[in-house]
């Protein structure tokens, strides 16, 4: 059942410190019908403070009710029922005991709150009875708080001894002519490190050399070559295991095969062939022992050298050739003096 304890019409929800003539009006009903409070044998208010710790009891009398067979219930907030209240939000539930001796609390979720102001005047008197389980919580909130306190200076000052000892350090690195110059960064081992991820990245390179691998075949369970004609075959690709490769291709429609081999380029394993297309890259993750990965299109209508892609990383970039396939100006200047020097010309 639907317990629930509203303010009724009219009634105030606070009261100042110093009235002794305020009543709080509340409606009592269960499943949206009204309690008659005329006939229960006892009606209890239990207040408790802002967070909720029980702190004293009002007493009501059913025959006292006016119109307790409505469900309405008047709570006298005179200087007996808040002495020693402070300013502040309260919180209270209405204890009823039927007849029949059942309990039975108001409202069944949450509790009503109503506030305390403080008068002009000002002055408030403190409540200096509590129960033991509010004691109980006040010490172990402070203790909670303390600690909380303390955790963050101990922290804030860790943090103040590593900032010392590293100025500390580099003053005193300064002092001994232990710093980095133009000549010495080179030689870093940080930069060297750097340097090394940096000459062994191939993210967004094309491993596949088209022109200088294309061998005429295809292959087959074996990673062999099955010499078909029109199809092609890579070289053998050294790749790194464990790591992760994209293969990726212009074309609408076109079947993957990879074969994987060892130091010595002995054979290892095949992948089962895999549909892949502009739009449906193939992600591969080398197992452990390989060193290399031999990769065929299987396709038979066509040379497709320029048109797959095979790169470092678990995402596909724009399809590029690889750099070894690119002319370069100097190139370029060595072919020029090669056909001037036959007698010809380049323009």
Do not use: C
Request: charged share 20%; glycine share 6%.
């Amino acid at each position: 059942m639907a317990k629930t304890l509203i303010y009724a019409a009219g009634s105030p929800a606070s009261v100042k410190i110093g009235d002794t003539d305020t009543d709080l009006y509340l409606q009592v009903a269960k499943d949206n019908v009204a309690v008659d409070l005329t006939v229960v044998t006892s009606i209890t208010v239990k207040i408790a403070d802002a967070n909720k710790n029980y702190l004293k009891d009002i007493s009501v009398s059913p025959s006292s009710l006016p119109d307790g067979d409505k469900g309405i219930l008047v709570v006298p907030l005179n200087s007996g029922n808040i002495s020693g209240l402070n300013s502040g939000d309260y919180y209270f539930e209405v204890w009823i005991v039927t007849t029949g001796g059942d309990s039975e609390i108001y409202p069944d979720m949450n509790v009503t709150k109503f506030h305390v102001f403080n008068n002009i005047v000002g002055g408030t008197t403190v409540l200096t009875t509590l129960t033991m389980q509010a004691f109980l919580d006040r010490i172990t909130s402070t203790q909670n708080n303390s600690e909380i306190v303390l955790q963050a200076a101990q922290a804030e000052l860790q943090n103040m001894d590593t900032a010392f000892n590293n100025a500390n350090k580099a003053l005193n690195d300064l002092k001994n002519g232990n710093y980095l110059t133009k000549d010495t960064l080179s030689s870093a081992p940080s930069f060297e490190s750097l340097q090394t991820q940096v000459n062994n990245s191939a993210v967004g390179t094309n491993l596949i050399v088209g022109s200088a691998t294309l061998s005429g075949a295809s292959m087959d369970n074996n990673g062999e070559d099955t010499g078909f004609p029109t199809t092609f075959i890579t070289d053998y690709i050294e790749v790194v295991a464990g790591e992760n490769y994209t293969i990726s291709t212009t074309l609408s429609e076109s079947r993957s095969r990879v074969a994987f081999y060892d130091n010595s380029k002995t054979f290892m394993s095949r992948l089962a062939d895999q549909k892949i297309s502009n739009t449906l890259p193939q992600t591969i993750t080398i197992p452990t022992g390989a060193s290399f990965i031999r990769f065929s299109p299987d396709e038979d209508n066509g040379k497709y050298e320029n048109n797959f892609k095979l790169e470092k990383g678990s995402f596909a970039t724009d399809q590029s050739i690889n750099p070894t396939e690119i002319l370069t100006k100097s190139d370029y200047a060595k072919i020029q003096a090669a056909i001037v020097a036959l007698g010809g010309s380049l323009s």
